[in-house]
């Protein structure tokens, strides 16, 4: 009876010392939940997980028993890349899932899908190469207006406040590799503010909102966008401040312009449940 | 006399039982153990190398790792036992049989599950056994003597029931391992009253508790096959039987142990398509264990190696095809499975007790199974499954919420 009683206590604690790999379909779940939250990191890293263990995919796929789950990590994967700005990945992703009819005409992601491609492919045409502002400006492009990185989703601000953004690096000579140093405008801190946002690099949002907020207190957009960014970080860490801060952010929107239209495409379906609280 | 009785009690020796008896009780009687679960059932109760919903549990407690969400399950059994006996004044000469037995409905199994990181829980109940039968044997003749058997009326009610509970982690994305433990109860209800309430008349009327374990593995090579091995330890049960001698007194009580059968399974799952998977496992049931230190009350002239019951070797096959119609699952299973004779025989001289434990012919049975279910939104799930057997039919039906 010992011998039994110390084998079940063994076999009970195992599990402590033991660190494995998820199941698949745990990979997807908790990669769509990341994605979800606006995680993209997190979602990446799941649902690529996901997608080596169990490689095929489709809209009823056999998790166990009798349950079957609607699996399509490339539709997701591909919409990630999107708004981390890597394109080619995205584009690939998002045709296998296309030409694979893992989302079709009757689903909603289907339409967003076919934005997505559309976009990536406009994103790749040659003469819109995009550079970060970790890249060195060539000379010849010195003078030229930068296109953005996740402009599309900027050209909805841009048109909706009649903004005109540029973005101007000085001059790098040849063959130096330091970084340009850039004047940091408020438009220009909201417009790498927004790119920080949809990148998921949410800490980095904060602080350049913060500094648009400081100068101009009554930016509907930045306070949204705060508002949006500390939901993000709440609905990632569970933690109430940020929850605090994005309501309160949230609630100077709602003064400031009762009516303002966000944009419900590209932010987290749970992230416009709190804003419309 | 004109009716020799050819049962001669021990009376002078003290006797501490080690295992069932040479009680007319246990002549044919078979142990036949459930397993849970509709959906397990209706695929030939094939679950080993499966063990995919709740009932794995019980069945192998390693597939508590599929499961991805806490869950709750209940299971409702409809049995109705045919115990062919000799019972008829000629029947061993004839061997013509009567079948005993009760139809039994009961809570069969319940489980609830929960998945935390790595590592899986559950706790449960399961009926391992119900049985009800009451018979009559009439004085029957010994065939080849002049010998005639006390007319015999009995009165058997068994019910063992495991309460459970388990955990599962996965060392790896392909093996998994489990482990249940389980307080089992038996309880066991027994009556033979010979001759009119003058004959040598014997009573069980007991409950007896023991900690039993099962452990298992699976192994998924690739996500189309799996692999499952089981061992089940089940337990050693203790009574006391009283004994009413014909002059009406009562001899002290004897101890007696009721050893159910250990359980060895290998089983494989095979997913040929995305809705169909084949099941097949093949289960050893330590039968024997059953007669081991085999205690002799009426038959003196044989030796306890005189009577012994066989180890089985099982085997299970089944199917199960999921089909949707719209967001509904709707599955189809069948299967079958083997029961090879495992009964108490003799193997010693005595007239008497060979017309009585070898009557009939051993030979192995095969019963089949067929079943179905409906899960919708991956939530609910309600499985049926019906047994067709030699010495029973069984009607079980399961429903499954998943949070």
Not at chain 1, 71 to 91: H, K, N, T
Not at chain 1, 150 to 173: C, G, H, M, R, W
Not at chain 1, 224 to 229: E, I, P, Q, R, V
Request: proline share 4%; glycine share 6%.
């Amino acid at each position: 009876m010992n011998k039994v009683i110390k084998l079940a206590t063994f076999l009970v604690l195992v599990p402590l010392f033991i660190s494995a790999n998820d199941l698949w379909y745990y990979s997807y779940e908790s990669g769509m939940k990341a994605f979800h939250a606006g995680d993209l990191n997190k979602a990446e890293f799941k649902l690529s997980s996901a997608l080596s263990a169990q490689p095929t995919q489709g809209k009823r796929i056999k998790a166990y028993g009798t349950k079957f789950i609607r699996y399509i990590p490339d539709y997701y994967l591909g919409v990630i890349y999107f708004r981390q700005g890597r394109y080619q990945e995205a584009l690939e992703r998002l045709q296998k899932a296309k030409n694979a009819k893992l989302v079709t005409g009757n689903e909603a992601e289907f339409e967003e899908l076919l934005n997505y491609v559309q976009l990536a492919e406009e994103k790749l045409k040659p003469t819109q190469e995009v550079p970060s502002e970790n890249m060195i400006v060539p000379e010849a492009i010195e003078a030229k207006q930068i296109p953005l990185v996740a402009d599309d989703l900027y050209t909805s601000f841009k048109k909706e406040e009649n903004i005109t953004v540029q973005l101007n690096f000085p001059p790098v000579p040849k063959g130096t590799r330091e970084k340009p140093e850039v004047k940091v405008t408020t438009d220009e801190a909201e417009l790498k503010a927004l790119v920080a946002f949809y990148s998921a690099d949410y800490q980095r949002a904060i602080s350049l909102l913060e500094q648009v907020v400081l100068k101009n207190v009554q930016s509907v957009k930045a306070h949204f966008y705060l508002g949006c960014s500390y939901a993000a970080l709440a609905l990632q860490s569970g933690k109430r401040n940020e929850l605090q801060r994005s309501k309160e952010h949230f609630t100077i929107v709602r003064k400031l312009n009762p009516s303002y239209k966000c944009d419900s495409k590209y932010i987290s379906p749970r992230i416009l449940q709190l804003y419309s609280r | 006399m004109r009716f020799l009785h050819c049962f001669v009690i021990l009376f002078c020796i003290t006797v501490e039982c080690f295992a069932i008896t040479d009680e007319v009780m246990w002549e044919q009687f078979t142990f036949n153990f459930a397993s849970p679960g509709a959906r397990a059932n209706a695929m030939g109760r094939a679950f080993v190398g499966l063990a995919d919903d709740a009932t794995a549990a019980q069945s192998n407690p390693a597939g508590l790792v599929l499961l991805s969400r806490p869950e709750v399950s209940f299971e409702n059994k409809t049995t109705g036992f045919a115990s062919p006996r000799p019972a008829a004044a000629n029947s061993l000469r004839t061997g013509e049989t009567v079948d005993f037995g009760e139809t039994i409905n009961s809570p069969a199994f319940a489980s609830f599950v929960y998945p935390t990181r790595n590592l899986r829980v559950a706790l449960f109940r399961q009926e391992f056994l119900n049985y009800r039968e009451e018979f009559r044997l009439e004085k029957r003749i010994v065939p080849e003597t002049e010998v005639t058997l006390f007319q015999v009326d009995g009165d058997i009610k068994l019910k063992g029931v495991n309460y459970g509970a388990a955990a599962a982690y996965h060392f790896s994305t392909k093996l998994f391992a489990g482990f249940s433990a389980r307080i089992s109860q038996l309880s066991v209800e027994s009556e033979q009253e010979r001759e009119i309430r003058t004959g040598p008349n014997t009573r069980i009327d007991g409950n007896s508790s023991e900690f039993t374990f099962a452990i298992g593995i699976i192994y998924n090579p690739v996500r189309k096959v799996s692999f499952g091995v089981v061992y089940e330890r089940n337990g050693k049960y203790h009574f006391e039987e009283t004994y009413q001698r014909r002059d009406g007194g009562f001899d002290p009580a004897y101890s007696l142990v009721v050893k159910v059968p250990d359980r060895y399974a290998v089983g494989t799952a095979i997913r040929p398509t995305e809705g169909l998977t084949i099941v097949a496992d093949i289960v050893k049931v330590e039968y024997s264990q059953l007669s081991d230190d085999f205690t002799i009350i009426f038959n003196e002239h044989s030796q306890p190696d005189d009577f012994h019951i066989k180890d089985a070797t099982e085997i299970h096959l089944g199917a199960e095809e999921i089909f949707f119609v719209d967001s509904t699952a709707i599955a189809v299973r069948g299967g079958f499975f083997t029961n090879p004779p495992h009964r108490l025989r003799y193997s010693g001289k005595e007239l008497a007790a060979i017309a009585a434990f070898n009557f009939g012919e051993d030979s192995s049975a095969a019963s089949f199974t067929i079943g179905g279910g409906v899960s919708v939104s991956n939530q609910t799930q309600i499985d049926a499954a019906y047994i067709f057997s030699d010495t029973f039919n069984e009607f079980s039906a399961s429903f499954v919420l998943r949070f």
